[in-house]
């Protein structure tokens, strides 16, 4: 059957989630092997390691074209995915040849490259799809700036998410649906949800007001506050929501503005937002769920 032909799907939200793969380019494993030699030993208890590795990102549930060709591909390759071997203890039995068994260490990201050149591994096609709206005004006005929404988009491509483009998005905006989406109106976020295939959508309110230091000084404070909920798109349900706020001090009114919202949206996603989306899709997957993120723009009406 063609559903038996898919390549298997692991999105880069789930290679962050293990911890083989978070925030590191290696991995240390204990290992065993058998062999009627010590040396087939060795290389038993090398692709037992590597099999480990693998087994942290393809799924049992999952099925793969050419799977087992493409697994023994890798587990022959073992010898050049192990990077040090550590802790080794040798046995030998007279009647069955030797056991080995240590602590390796592995490097997981040739192993993770060497799966994406074998289509084991498909990150980018995958990439839930983000829709990111926003609503600014600099002391009252709302100036067409989009410096939440350019924030916004720069950090999260930054950590590989993938943006609807915004002018798809102005094919669908209205004052109406902007005010709705704003207010958290499910139909609304469902449509975006049906028209652009966003699977979520970043909704972002940010105000920034400036005032001078002193009388006499032309130097200005700016102080912006900036609230995000992060929704799905297919459910409607609120995955994250925060506030926060930044300050900068600034001759220019909009480089002032871009400063404390810069800093605003950097502290919520860094800090907060980003760790809800990635754990609301990790669930997802492995519940067996294939999910896409998405972006909106902004808004031009509160």
């Known amino acids: 059957m063609k ?30 092997g058998n062999g009627l030699s010590k040396a087939e030993a060795m290389r038993d208890m090398k692709r037992n390691a590597v099999e480990q590795a693998l087994g942290s990102l393809v799924k049992s549930s999952t099925v793969v074209e050419n799977f087992e060709v493409k697994h023994d591909k890798i587990l022959t390759m073992s010898e050049g995915f192990v990077k ?10 007279a009647d069955s040849g030797w056991s080995v068994k240590a602590v390796l260490t592995l490097s997981t990201e040739s192993i993770k490259n060497e799966m994406m050149a074998l289509k084991m591994l498909q990150i ?19 100036k067409g700036l989009k410096l939440t929404e350019t924030n916004i988009i720069k950090l999260l491509r930054a950590k590989q998410f993938n943006l609807i483009d915004p002018e798809q998005v102005k094919l669908i905006r209205s004052n109406s649906i902007d005010r709705a989406l704003i207010e958290g109106n499910n139909k609304w976020i469902q449509l975006i949800k049906t028209q652009l295939n966003a699977d979520f959508v970043v909704i972002a309110k940010t105000r920034c007001t400036s005032s001078l230091i002193m009388e006499g000084v032309m130097m200005k404070t700016h102080q912006v506050t900036s609230s995000v909920k992060v929704m799905n798109a297919g459910t409607g349900a609120l995955i994250a929501a925060d506030t926060t706020t930044g300050k900068a001090a600034h001759i220019s009114e909009q480089v002032g503005c871009e400063q404390a919202i810069g800093s605003a949206i950097s502290s919520l996603f860094n800090e907060h937002l980003t760790d809800q989306m990635i754990h609301t899709l990790s669930d997802n997957l492995n519940n067996g769920m294939k999910i896409h993120l998405a972006i909106n723009k902004g808004l031009d009406s509160y």
């Not at 040090?84 to 039995?93: A, G, W």
């Open 84 to 93: 040090k071997v550590s802790d080794l203890e040798e046995t030998h039995h």
């Open 3 to 32: 559903l038996m032909l898919k390549c298997v799907i692991i999105t880069f939200f789930g290679c962050l989630l293990n911890p083989l793969f978070v925030f590191a380019n290696e991995a240390t494993i204990a290992a065993s």
């Open 124 to 142: 980018d096609a995958e990439m839930p799809r983000v829709a990111v709206i926003t609503e600014e005004y600099l002391n009252g006005e709302n």
